[in-house]
């Protein structure tokens, strides 16, 4: 077997764990176990800041992977009642970063956002540039030719990464000017991050790549804190000090995920100029609703703790999906459900603050018909 499809052990110097940032709500990775080798916990309750007992994670390359062939995954993390909590599942290292065929188009778009945005969608604070050295080089060096081996491809010399499908090579090594470094990591890799570092104050905002941002300027996040960038969330006050805890206790080696969803209308992956509605003009106008350009939008995030500079990552990937094709395939009735409980659980705000007073009546017509 060609070495670079044999398993590789990581030496503890970038060992990882991922898990959540965001608001979202939990779910079952049942698709997601069986075509990334995800090994789930389901419900049980676990320690997920509970040291690995082995100091090495395994990197599993998928030898015969066809971006262009594989399917986008298909979360749906929708829950008749929202309750806002911290639902965690465990995953691997090895899936950390999930590539399907839509990954030409959407590093394409990425490209076009950044040129047309800016430092809209990428930053840093000089205490960030450390973090992002260490990220860029995990990336381009450990795990992307590890594990898209036929994606990815080191020179002899391992200075430059060769991207098969776009064509592009960039440096291993992150370059001098760092706002580069990010740029060259937003059109290698369709997740968007936050890196945070751990102050007496709490976790701070320290650099950015956010090209799919929906209803929030990414910006405007730098530098600040997790209460400060949660401030507009409706009751996080209940999980804030919960969550500052379990980033303070994260240990590199342990990988968790969760999801996130929306409703938005229009097809825009890029939508940070527009703001969360609020109490004062959640109006309902369904004369502006077309059902042929409404989207289930989900994120599939991460949460992960880099060895060297022991910043947090939280890193999220984006899915649209036409509302048209979730009345297909069957969730309709779920999702419509799913829509009304958000008035319901232990944050009824989220009902406006994810917009349902605007278009909640026609959608959940729609998904029911």
Known sequence: MDQSCQTIK???SWLWLAG??????????????KRQATRSLGHKQHDFTKKPQQQTVAIEPLCSFDWTK?????PRPFKPTYNITMGLQADTISNLIVIDKTYRQNIELRREIIATHGKTVHGLVPEGADSIRELYEFLM????PVRYPTLFQLSPDKMVMHNLATGKSFPTRAVEDLDQSLRIIAETVEDDFFLLHETPEGHRSVAFVVCFASGFDPS???GQGLKDIHGPVPSYDKIGPSMERFFS?????RVVKRGNWAIQTHPNMFAGEGKHPTESDAKYDDMAIDIEQ????????????????????FSFKTYLTPMTDIKAEGSGEQLADAIEGLKNGNAPGMWVYKGGSRWARK???YLRS
């Open 70 to 74: 594989q399917d986008p995954l298909r």
């Open 141 to 144: 060096v450990d795990y992307l």
């Open 249 to 253: 206790r994260l240990e590199v080696g």
């Open 294 to 313: 409404t989207y289930y939008r989900t994120e599939l995030q991460a949460l992960s703790r880099l060895p060297k500079t022991r910043a947090i990552l």
């Open 10 to 12: 990581a030496v503890p």
């Open 363 to 365: 959608v959940c017509d």
């Open 20 to 33: 959540v940032a965001g608001i979202s709500i939990p779910f079952l990775w049942t698709e997601f176990r």
């Open 220 to 222: 405007e996040k730098l």
